[in-house]
């Protein structure tokens, strides 16, 4: 699991860039953490739901990955549905909270919610996404250009 989380970890310019940290807890549940900088607001002062969106699909998502990983098996998402409840402002401290919730052989079904510094709940979701082999990934290309 180490390995294919190190190599997730490098080509995650997503949530490298913006200023993601990640806290796996143990397989299939995960903490992510981001400050709302004024280059994710879609007003003044408020978040777009698109970056809220984004942010819970990366919860969900290394929620499941977190789960295969040591399997060799990488997780992409089928589909994932979001509630939003309150705006999420300009220096807010984002918390997002991912869990498996059921774990076939390929279908994976994942919760999560993204809390304030508060702890007030600003979205919540579910997700399905697809497990599949290291080997069939653009990211295993990736690794292998990056041992030469």
């Known amino acids: 699991m180490e390995d294919l989380l190190k190599i997730y970890s490098q080509v995650n310019h997503f949530g490298r860039e913006n200023g993601m940290k990640l806290t796996i807890i143990k397989p299939g549940v ?3 953490e981001m400050e709302v900088l004024k ?3 879609a007003t003044p002062t408020v978040i777009h739901g698109g970056m809220l969106s984004a942010m819970m699909d990366s919860v969900i998502g ?6 295969v990983a040591n399997e060799g098996k990488l997780v992409s998402t ?3 549905k979001i509630n939003y409840f309150k705006p999420a402002r300009l220096g807010d401290l ?3 909270e991912g869990r ?3 774990a076939g052989k390929r279908i994976i ?8 510094q508060k702890g007030e709940m600003v979205a919540k979701a579910m997700g ?5 082999p290291f080997e069939k990934s653009d990211v295993a290309e990736f690794n292998t250009t990056m041992k030469k």
């Open 30 to 32: 995960i903490t992510y």
């Open 78 to 80: 089928i589909e994932h």
């Open 128 to 132: 399905t996404l697809n497990a599949y």
């Open 94 to 96: 984002l918390k997002g």
């Open 109 to 116: 079904h994942t919760s999560g919610e993204i809390y304030n």
């Open 100 to 102: 498996v919730d059921n």
């Open 62 to 67: 290394v929620a499941a990955l977190s789960l």
């Open 39 to 41: 280059k994710h607001l």
